[in-house]
């Protein structure tokens, strides 16, 4: 073998290996498509909680369905889920507690005690109370 042939078998090792190993690291480019759309529904769920909390602030009330958040000022377009352009669940449980339900493709890298928003896959619902509280959150297969 000449010294050419020898740098060009090494040099395409080392780019088969590396390539593998990013993608050990980092997932394929589909997992990271999977990632951001979790991330994005995360996202939502905040962005509906903050206009949850305002609307408690001027009303004293939770509104009997999502759609009454859509004021211009609240919210302008109510967010959906941009996998599947399905509507996020809310769930009024009574006068003071309500429920926020997504489903995620990825289950949370984050798995923090002190990270309210961690989620398995799947359908996952989160529970609030109306003081400002979070309450634990819970898994809901309806």
């Known amino acids: 073998m000449n010294i050419d042939r020898i740098a060009f078998v090494v040099t395409m ?11 050990f690291i980092l997932g394929t480019p589909a997992d990271q498509r999977l990632l951001r759309l979790d991330e994005k529904r995360v996202v939502d769920l905040i962005q509906l909680t903050q206009a949850l909390d305002d609307y408690w602030e001027e009303t004293k009330s939770l509104p009997d369905r999502s759609g009454d958040l859509l004021d211009g000022r609240r ?26 339900c997504a489903s995620f493709d990825r289950p949370s890298q984050k798995q923090t005690s002190d990270n309210f928003w961690v989620h398995p896959v799947g359908r996952h619902c989160f529970s609030f109370v109306q003081n400002n509280t979070n309450l634990s959150d819970d898994v809901g297969n309806d």
């Open 13 to 23: 090792g080392l780019v088969v290996s590396l390539t593998a190993i990013g993608l």
């Open 75 to 100: 919210l302008k377009h109510m967010p959906s889920d941009p996998g599947t352009g399905m509507p996020y669940v809310y769930e009024k449980k009574d006068q003071f507690n309500y429920r926020l």
